[in-house]
């Protein structure tokens, strides 16, 4: 490690800064996402005009942005992240 990388990383964690370990995402499915952010009380449905578009936030978005949506809300909750199934 440089000299100059370990000096960031002490002001860092000088100003209360912390590391934490990031946990293994967990395997879901789209429905399992939609019915996540149904229960944080976050609106997200498809859309019935196209199978590739969400309504999420009221915004039209794509797939991986309700993912994103999803892991944000997870990541205040202290939850692993979600990766979608292929």
Known sequence: MSPSDANAISAFLAEG??????QE???VTTQDVLDYLQ?????????????????CK???????QVVVVANRQRRTQQLPPFALEL
């Open 25 to 27: 995402p967990i395997q």
């Open 17 to 22: 800064g912390q590391i934490v370990k990031v």
């Open 58 to 64: 009221r915004k039209r978005v794509r797939l991986s």
């Open 39 to 55: 229960s944080c009380g976050v609106a997200a449905t498809y859309s019935k005009s196209n199978p590739n578009v969400y309504w």
